[in-house]
């Protein structure tokens, strides 16, 4: 027999030796079908004078392998002689492409039956999901092999039904290897361990696949210690239960555990590196998890998409587009998983110029046309501010599932359109899309955002009456909201007294944000010490109680709430604004901690606005300094506040006719509102805040909120 060195010179030979004297083999038109060459192979099998049935079979398993049944059906029917092995491949060419009524119906046609067409259907039953056709059919076997139990007993576990399984393997009158690992594995999914155990150990003969499904088996239980025993017993280990063990322990929260073994590996697969990464990342070691990325010596797509989702999920997400550019960098094509999560990132900072490069990536790649990235990109725009652009995403589709839906309707009400969210609502119930409960939390946010009480009112009161859904606590705090944010803080409370279920820390924090906008000390008292039952470590509660505290200038109790912060060992986030410019995110904080590397430039800028707001009728408001000071030192403690910073920065950077876009961690204090208003007026620019709460659209000296937030 020739041994050849390569495909190439395989190609090479086969083609002097057919075009010379020898006719094509099957085997040779059976190569270039797993080649995926299949014009090829066709033009091998015409190019044969006496075609044997072999050939026949092997060009017609060639079109199912490349996708196209209606060829393989054509050159079957023109066959002149067929054997059972003809008609199996018809049926399993079927099955591979999921026509499974076409593989029965061939099925029911063939003259003749063996083993191999019995269990090919039932496979295909199997792989379809239609669990109860397939125990039909293996119940009418004629006869059945190891390989029919296997199919069957396979499908029975898939579908969670394993008592029914175990009588099935129970009843076989042979099991191998396959089947003994498939029922450890089945009944490992169901916590049932000690029986595992029992067919592991009875086993004659155990692969490296049984030794790593009962490693996974008990490592997916919890039972870490009881893996690593067996572990390391293990005779060969491969990458496959390195990984299962690894997995086990991050699982669990065992972060060193994992990354001793880790360290221990003799080889470290690129495909075990990438579950470290995630392993680790989802335990909050992130700084690990970037050492082995940053040890790597080979990474694949999954490696970077790892790294960056890692970031995002830990709300890192400057380093997650850091990440990202470097990938761009490098030349590695983003995938899918990579560029979801950078559009996440992007929703989060608030960078539009990198979502449209992320949306541009997705176009050119033909994901843009696909309904969750849809979805996911409208998230994007909206929260970055770009509504339209949104709405036309929007608009394309014409069939909508109800996260599409619903990222519109939260788009609209976080930037106070409440007409807007309201009329998308009822579009989606007229095309006859059923409204869950994120839907309603949407619809009543944008109520509350946009001041529409009695429209709110209606629309939860609907829930239970007309869309048979029950209120949770969710939809509770958006109620609470709506009635705080309009005065209404009796009614508020009354609300949270009738909840039918407990009211938790976000319903009692809608509350205390009413009592904040409305300076109610008395009700903020009581609330706030609700929410420090609820969250003792929660530095919310103490913070609104002092603001409040501050604005009526009861400067002993600021201290006294201050103190108690101190006592109990609870602090405030600092607040902090960023703005993109260049596709890069500039970061500001409060006061002068931590400058920015232009900062004094800024301030200048700040000086110059100044002046032109104060000729507008600026007037820096004091009540929202929350330190009794004097009006000189409450001025500049107001002039340094995060997003001012941002917005000059974004003066100074930005050419005429650009939207400023800034984002804030935390809401926006009124005199920063009252400024930026005037500043947007004064210099005649479109200013977009974001803040911890909703967009505010600032031009031509007014607000999108009208100043109701």
């Known amino acids: 027999m020739i041994k050849f060195r390569s495909a190439q010179s395989f190609c090479i030979q086969c083609h002097r030796h057919c075009s010379s004297t020898a006719a094509p083999t099957s085997?040779?038109?059976?190569?270039?079908?797993?080649?995926g060459q299949i014009q090829t192979a066709r033009k091998l099998f015409d190019q044969t004078p006496d075609k044997t049935t072999s050939s026949?079979?092997?060009?017609i398993s060639g079109y199912f392998h490349n996708n196209q049944p209606n060829e393989a059906q054509r050159l079957f029917d023109e066959m002149p002689h067929r054997n059972t092995v003809s008609w199996n491949g018809l049926i399993s060419g079927y099955v591979k492409n999921g026509m499974i009524k076409k593989a029965r119906q061939v099925f029911d046609l063939m003259p003749e039956r063996n083993v191999i067409s019995w269990t090919s259907m039932v496979r295909g039953y199997v792989e379809e999901?239609?669990?109860?056709?397939?125990?039909?059919?293996?119940?009418?076997?004629?006869?059945?092999?190891?390989?029919?139990?296997?199919?069957?007993?396979g499908g029975l576990i898939h579908e969670g039904r394993i008592d029914d399984a175990r009588r099935l393997y129970d009843l076989m009158p042979v099991k191998d290897v396959v089947t003994r690992t498939s029922m450890i594995?089945?009944?490992c999914s169901n916590g049932r361990l000690e029986e595992a155990r029992e067919i592991f150990d009875s086993m004659p003969q155990r692969n490296a696949v049984s030794w790593t499904t009962m490693i996974s088996g008990y490592a997916q239980n919890g039972k870490v210690d009881v893996a690593r025993k067996l572990f390391e017993v293990m005779p060969e280990r491969n990458e496959v239960t390195w990984t299962a063990m690894l997995m086990g322990y991050t699982r669990c929260g065992r972060t060193e555990d994992a990354w001793d073994l880790f360290k221990a590996?003799?080889?470290?697969?690129?495909?075990?590196?990438?579950?470290?990464?995630?392993?680790?990342?989802e335990n909050g070691e992130v700084s690990k998890a970037r050492k082995v990325f940053d040890l790597m010596g080979e990474r694949d797509d999954s490696t970077w998409s790892s790294m960056i989702k890692v970031y995002e999920r830990k709300g890192r997400e400057l380093e997650a587009v850091s990440l990202f550019r470097s990938m761009q960098r490098e030349g590695v094509k983003p995938h899918?998983?990579?560029?979801?999560?950078?559009?996440?990132v992007c929703a989060s900072l608030s960078t539009l110029d990198h979502g449209r490069q992320t949306h541009a990536h997705l176009i050119r790649s033909k994901l843009d046309d696909d309904v969750y990235v849809s979805s996911v990109l409208i998230t994007m725009y909206m929260k970055c501010g770009d509504v339209v652009k949104a709405k036309i995403l929007f608009d394309r589709f014409s069939c909508k599932d109800i996260v599409m839906w619903n990222s519109m309707i939260t788009g609209y009400a976080q930037h106070g359109l409440g007409d807007e969210a309201l009329q998308v609502f009822r579009d989606m119930s007229s095309s006859g899309i059923q409204a869950d409960d994120v839907t309603f939390i949407g619809v009543l946010s944008a109520c509350s955002y946009s001041g529409k009480v009695k429209e709110g009112k209606e629309v939860f009161d609907s829930m239970k009456s007309k869309y048979k859904i029950e209120p949770v606590t969710g939809h509770y705090a958006c109620m609470v909201d709506l009635l705080g944010r309009a005065g209404q803080l009796d009614e508020a409370m009354k609300l949270i007294n009738e909840m039918p279920v407990e009211a938790d820390a976000i319903v009692w924090g809608s509350?205390?944000?009413a009592c904040r906008n409305h300076t109610n000390s008395d009700m903020a008292e009581i609330v706030a010490k609700k929410l420090v039952e609820l969250e003792p470590k929660n530095a919310g509660p103490y913070v609104l109680l002092s603001n409040i505290y501050a604005s009526k200038g009861r400067w002993g109790d600021v201290d006294k709430v201050r103190k108690k912060m101190r006592h109990k060992k609870v602090s405030k986030s600092p607040g902090c604004s960023w703005i993109e410019v260049e596709k890069e995110v500039h970061m500001f904080t409060g006061g002068e901690r931590t400058p920015h590397r232009e900062h004094k430039e800024i301030v200048k800028k700040w000086e110059k606005l100044s002046g032109m707001l104060r000729e507008a009728g600026y007037n820096p408001d004091g009540a929202f300094v929350l330190h009794d000071v004097d009006e000189e030192e409450k001025v500049q403690s107001l002039r340094l506040h995060s997003e001012k910073l941002a917005v000059a920065y974004g003066l100074m950077k930005l050419g005429e006719g650009v939207a400023i876009r800034v984002m804030k961690n935390l809401r926006v204090c009124g005199d920063c509102h009252t400024a930026i208003k005037l500043i947007a007026n004064v210099t005649r620019r479109e200013i977009i805040l974001r803040d911890a709460n909703r967009f505010h659209h600032f031009k031509d000296g007014l607000c999108s909120c009208t100043d109701y937030w």
């Open 185 to 187: 594995g089945g009944l």
């Open 129 to 153: 999901r239609m669990i109860s056709e397939a125990e039909a059919l293996f119940r009418r076997m004629p006869e059945k092999n190891v390989i029919s139990w296997t199919v069957m007993l």
């Open 265 to 281: 590996m003799p080889d470290k697969p690129v495909t075990v590196c990438n579950t470290m990464i995630m392993g680790l990342g």
């Open 336 to 344: 899918f998983p990579s560029l979801i999560s950078v559009l996440s």
């Open 56 to 59: 026949w079979n092997s060009i």
């Open 511 to 513: 509350l205390m944000g």
């Open 27 to 35: 085997s040779q038109i059976a190569y270039y079908v797993r080649l």
